[in-house]
């Protein structure tokens, strides 16, 4: 199926757009505001000023995966080229999130940790869903 047409009543073209823009977002809220970001991660508050430097330094990571994800998407979009390969890139980070959400999942507050592997393992099958459609 061509990007554009349309998958069971969803237009392909702008549920990609959406999904972008919401990543890019998301990205954005992480790299200015990694504090608040960190406090809907699963886990435990940091023990020292070191340790909370380095969480921020990993949400801004996160952040600038997902902002790099959902412009490559757009890009890809907007100059007519491939868009699927960003879908399934996005897909794959999603599914290493819940991977690593599983591994640590006995050190993690349960209900944070569920809210996020929910997150993450939804992301995951509705990004290979949009990848498949996009083609």
């Known amino acids: 199926m061509r990007l554009g047409e349309l998958v069971e009543g969803i237009d392909v073209d702008a549920t990609v757009r959406a999904v972008a823009v919401s990543r890019i977002a998301l990205g954005m809220s992480y790299l200015a505001t990694p504090g608040l ?5 699963p886990g435990r508050p940091a ?9 921020r ?9 997902d902002v790099a994800l959902g412009v490559g998407a757009l890009l890809a979009q907007r100059h007519d080229a491939p ?4 879908l399934e890139a996005a897909m794959l980070a999603d599914t290493v ?3 690593s959400i599983v591994l640590a ?9 569920l809210l996020m592997l929910g997150a993450a393992l939804g ?13």
């Open 37 to 41: 970001a960190l406090r809907l991660w």
């Open 47 to 55: 023990d020292s000023r070191p340790d909370a430097a380095l969480l």
């Open 57 to 65: 330094m990993m949400a801004r990571h996160t952040g600038g995966r």
């Open 83 to 86: 868009v699927r390969g960003w």
């Open 97 to 99: 999130d819940a991977l």
């Open 105 to 113: 999942w006995r050190h993690l507050p349960r209900t944070k940790a």
């Open 123 to 135: 992301a995951a099958v509705a990004g290979r869903q949009l990848a498949s459609a996009a083609g």
